[in-house]
């Protein structure tokens, strides 16, 4: 389905979705480059939501958070050296330790609350804001005032 978006009709009933349009644009862009490395979950109760990515044998020191115009970027540039295990021991590397990058496409209204790594898990806490203009409320109907007749 192709969408006109010069059709007057449509411009009519949406209006200030440029933004939406820009976010579909960059996502249509980045899902090539996207991966299922590293595994994630997105969790959510109420208005909060966590964002669990599991990045095993990396430290805190190893993950780059990154907010910018919306997108939440969670990054790992990989091993420093090519012989990072040589000197370990290790006969078998089942762990993965290639470098990622996972993108989160934030809503304006989601705000980040923090990070922490916790058994191999970086959790990344997020809250949805409703300001108050936008919380349901109830519009009062009123009734015309009656004319005199003169």
């Given at each position: 389905m192709i969408l006109n978006f010069t059709d007057p009709f449509f411009t009519t009933r949406?209006?200030?979705f440029?933004?939406?349009f820009d976010r579909l644009q960059r996502l249509s862009e980045t899902s090539d480059r996207s991966s299922g490395?590293?595994?994630?979950?997105?969790?959510?109760?109420g208005n909060h939501f966590a964002i669990e990515v599991a990045v095993a044998g990396l430290s805190k020191e190893d993950i780059q958070i990154e907010l910018s115009d919306s997108v939440l970027s969670v990054s790992y540039d990989?091993?420093?050296?090519?012989t990072a295990n040589e000197?370990?021991?290790?006969?078998?590397?089942g762990i993965a330790q290639r470098?990622?990058?996972q993108q989160f496409t934030l809503a304006e209204d989601v705000v980040v609350?923090?990070?922490e790594l916790v058994n191999g898990l970086l959790i990344v806490n997020l809250e949805k804001i409703?300001?108050?203009?936008?919380?349901?409320?109830?519009?009062?109907i009123k009734t015309p005032k009656k004319l005199s007749s003169k």
């Open positions: 949406v209006l200030g440029e933004p939406l490395y590293p595994p994630y979950n997105i969790r959510k109760d990989g091993p420093k050296t090519e000197g370990s021991g290790v006969v078998y590397q470098a990622f990058k609350q923090g990070a409703i300001p108050e203009e936008k919380k349901a409320r109830m519009i009062e």
